[in-house]
Structure formats: C-alpha cells, structure tokens
C-alpha cells in the first residue's frame, strides 16, 4: 500500500493452480461502527459473521477489524494507510473491505456532516492509497430516522457508481435494511442506528455469498 519504499512490500497472490485454501489471505475490514459490530450481543457483527463464511468455506483467512465508532468516510481516509499496512504485508493475498456512510449522512447544526462528493473523494482517496491492495466497499445500511434513509439512498446509488467508475466492487446494504424487521426493529428499540445479533446476521446472510466469492478469487497484480 503507498509509495514508502521503506516499507516492505505486499506479496502477491500464488497462481490459481494453488487453490484458495492454500493462500495466506489477510484481509482488513475498515470503516464505522457498523463495521466495529456495535450492539451485538454476541461481539461478531457481520465481520465476524462474513470471516466465519470464509474460513469454513476453506479459505486461509485473516481478518482484522479495523472499525471505529462516529468515523465518516474523511476520517477513514486519513487512518487507512496506516493502520492497514502493518497487518497485510505478510499474507500472501492482502485485501481491504470498506464500509461507511451512515456518519456521513448525519446532519449537525443544519449541515450534512459530509456533503455526497466529499464522501466520493475519499472513496478516490482510499482507492489510491490502498493500491496496490484491491478493495471492496460495502454500502451503509439503513438507520431508524427515515429523512436519514433517504439521504443514506442517495449516497447509496452514488457510491455505487463511483465504485463502477473506479473498478471497485460494490455490495449494497441498504435494499437488504431498509424495509427488513430483522434489522429496523433492534435498531429502532435500540440507539437508532445499531441492530442487535440477529440482524447482524441478517445483514451477514446478504454479505457473504458476494464477499467470500471475491476473496475467494485470486487477483492479478
């Protein structure tokens, strides 16, 4: 990740010819609370949820949790480099997963605490300093405060382009949330924004078939 030549490098991802058991995949998970799996009961969240996918579907995994509550996507730019690094540069097969928006979509004292294309720049911004460690983004999910909601769709749906733009992939949270008991029932009983284990699990059923897949698949560097 980055240019610090005094860094040592990431190593590359053996040939497919290997098979995925047999890579070292070592995997960051970055972003909010949400990522953080605030309000679980059993202290997994969907991360842990989605790495337990992966590692009982036979892959060499390692995962690092590296979410941080009331973080915006701004602040998640400016720590990723840096924290990430430490933690991939051994693996054979280094990957980043990104979550966040929900922060973003706040809005304090008449503002929304990031405005849409700030909240795209650092999406332009972790892309760049990731390299050459391919990311994924996972859009926000829904919260209990429906003017939220629909500024959460609006960063949804913008995000999901510029992910398009950029080559990221990008697995959407939101239509999974939104209309969901399982998941607006803990958030709304609770503080508004964090479900409890049984809709981490929901929101980890909806995650892990496509985030296993792309780990699953070894990327040319």
């Known amino acids: 990740m980055g240019p610090a030549a005094a860094d040592p490098p990431v190593r590359t991802a053996p040939s497919a010819a290997d098979g995925p058991a047999r890579r070292d995949v070592r995997v960051c998970f970055a972003g909010d609370s949400l990522v953080a799996g605030t309000g679980d009961e059993s202290a997994r969240g969907w991360v842990g949820r989605v790495a337990a996918a992966a590692i009982a579907g036979g892959l060499d995994l390692t995962a690092y949790n590296l979410g941080v509550r009331g973080a915006t996507s701004v602040q998640v730019a400016r720590r990723l480099a840096i924290e990430a690094r430490p933690r991939l540069t051994a693996g054979d097969d280094a990957r980043i997963v990104l979550s966040?928006?929900?922060n973003d979509t706040i809005v304090e004292d008449g503002r929304q605490r990031e405005p849409t294309e700030r909240t795209l720049e650092a999406l332009r911004t972790m892309r760049d300093r990731a390299a050459p460690v391919p990311i994924l983004l996972v859009g926000p999910p829904a919260v209990d405060d429906d003017e939220q909601n629909d500024r959460i769709?609006?960063?949804?749906?913008?995000?999901?382009h510029e992910a398009a733009a950029l080559a990221v992939p990008y697995v959407?949270?939101?239509?999974?949330?939104?209309?969901s008991p399982v998941w607006r029932h803990p958030v709304h009983v609770g503080d508004g924004f964090h479900p409890d284990a049984a809709g981490y699990a929901h929101l980890a059923a909806v995650l892990a078939p496509p985030v296993v897949a792309w780990l699953r698949e070894p990327v040319a560097r």
């Open 100 to 102: 966040f928006g929900v």
């Open 172 to 179: 959407a949270a939101f239509p999974a949330t939104v209309s």
């Open 153 to 160: 769709l609006v960063l949804d749906r913008a995000l999901e």
